[in-house]
């Protein structure tokens, strides 16, 4: 089942996470600094977690040409999910 990767730290110990956010829908190019945008967020907790709901550490993410579809908001693929992404909402991945 592949390599396991050994974690560095426990993640449930961060006081923030990071996420990926649109700031604004593309025009021809992906502008670094301006398409997408770097939030902070405060870590979940134990007691933040319902009922079935687990918490997991993404190592890796995939980058694939139907993103390019999500994030203009024109994919052929729209009414099947992941719907698009919404400019200042977190990237799918």
Same mark, same amino acid.
């Given at each position: ?9 426990? #993640? ?7 996420s990926v956010? /649109? $700031?604004?829908?593309?025009?021809? @190019? #992906?502008?670094?600094? %301006? ?8 870590? #979940?907790? =134990? $007691? =933040?977690?319902? =009922?079935?709901?687990?918490?997991? %550490? @993404?190592?890796?993410?995939? /980058? =694939? ?5 999500? /994030?203009?908001?024109?994919?052929p693929f729209? *009414?099947?999910?992941? *719907?698009? #992404? %919404? ?7």
């Open positions: 089942m592949g390599n396991q990767v050994k974690r560095k730290h426990n #993640i449930m110990a961060q006081s923030t996470y990071t956010v /649109l $700031a604004q829908r593309p025009k021809a @190019t #992906i502008v670094p600094g %301006e398409t997408f945008t770097l939030k902070q967020n405060p870590m #979940i907790s =134990d $007691a =933040d977690l319902k =009922d079935g709901q687990v918490l997991v %550490e @993404t190592l890796y993410l995939s /980058l =694939d040409p139907a993103m390019r579809g999500w /994030l203009n908001g024109t994919s729209l *009414s099947t999910p992941p *719907s698009p #992404i %919404e400019p200042s909402h977190v990237t799918n991945g």
